[in-house]
């Protein structure tokens, strides 16, 4: 049995397994934590109870590449987005293998970001022509079009309470969305280039950016522009962030082709940090480290890289 990845045995992780395929663009666990997910250029696989070799299930079911990828909250479903510029959604529950249950038509440029609500009910999705679009998963219809970035959107993510969706653009910006919402967005933070990757803490109070300025900040959900930490972490580009199961790790990656790991703690107590302040460096990756994603259980870290492989890391 595994043992979870804590503040403790951070240091001593080490690489257990790796597979490649593909241009990597995101890696995402389902709710159990039974099964990854890899989006790539060469489409989705996904490895149920496994990791390595063939996978379990393959999607080719977009003419583009595959930017993002999300489970919803009950593991049933996968949504893809692609610069083919549309969201799928593919029942992924039955033993017969993968199935596409919706083709979301809206977007009229690449798509890039996708996330859902925690209800579960409502998907979020964001692309290269500025646009936020809120999905209902039952109709398969879009029912709003947040309008405010200026520049390609590049990330999104939903908070755990309250109707709050954030998005993360090339116009440095991160707006705040309320889900019943239409219009507007206010900003709510600015990085000093364009924010890669967005998540929200599992306590659904503290929200993590990574932006190709480098640092990765964590930000009061509930406050505008008011930063809890700033971590200088990594040279030339932060581009992805990741809490784990309680929200007292994080992971990021970036263009010095590491990965990092951070005691949360330490990083509200300080308020800012350098890479001399992180846990632990996780080496190996030959180009930059676009996506990290921990399992539900906190044992076990992926991370995937434009030199084409996923790896898994693990203290055992």
Same mark, same amino acid.
């Given at each position: ?239 992805? $962030? =990741? %809490?784990?199961?309680? *929200?007292? !790790? +994080? &992971?990021?990656?970036?263009? #010095?082709?590491?990965? /990092? @790991? ?29 996506? $990290? =994603? %921990?399992?539900?259980? *906190?044992? !076990? +870290? &992926?991370?995937?890289?434009? #030199?084409?492989?996923? /790896? @898994?890391?693990?203290?055992?």
């Amino acid at each position: 049995m595994r043992t979870s990845i804590n503040t403790q045995n951070a240091a001593g992780l080490r690489q257990i397994a790796q597979v490649k395929c593909g241009w990597i663009t995101c890696v995402t666990w389902s709710p159990d934590g039974a099964t990854l997910a890899i989006a790539s250029a060469n489409g989705v696989r996904i490895y149920v109870g496994q990791f390595g070799g063939q996978p379990t299930h393959t999607i080719d079911g977009h003419n583009g590449h595959v930017k993002a990828i999300a489970f919803s909250p009950d593991g049933a479903r996968l949504a893809s987005v692609s610069a083919d510029t549309y969201a799928k959604l593919w029942d992924i529950s039955s033993k017969g293998g993968v199935h596409e249950l919706a083709k979301l038509v809206g977007h009229t440029d690449s798509v890039d970001a996708v996330a859902f609500t925690p209800d579960g009910q409502t998907l979020i999705t964001g692309g290269a022509d500025q646009r936020v679009r809120l999905w209902n998963i039952e109709r398969g219809q879009s029912y709003a079009t947040l309008s405010g970035h200026e520049r390609e959107v590049s990330a999104v993510t939903a908070a755990m309470r309250g109707n709050l969706i954030f998005s993360g653009a090339w116009d440095h910006t991160i707006r705040v969305w309320d889900t019943a919402a239409e219009t507007g967005g206010a900003v709510f933070a600015r990085h000093e280039s364009w924010v890669r990757d967005l998540t929200v803490n599992p306590a659904g109070t503290m929200l993590a950016s990574a932006s190709k300025d480098g640092t990765v900040c964590l930000w009061d959900v509930y406050e505008t522009n008011t930063p809890y930490a700033i971590i200088n972490a990594h040279p030339g580009g932060a581009d992805c $962030v =990741a %809490f784990n199961h309680d *929200g007292s !790790l +994080l &992971a990021t990656g970036g263009r #010095d082709l590491s990965v /990092r @790991l951070w005691d949360v703690h330490d990083l509200l107590t300080d308020a800012r940090a350098g890479i001399h302040d992180a846990l632990a460096a996780l080496e190996g990756h030959q180009k930059p480290v676009l996506t $990290v =994603a %921990f399992n539900a259980a *906190g044992t !076990l +870290l &992926a991370s995937g890289s434009g #030199d084409n492989t996923v /790896r @898994l890391w693990g203290t055992n």
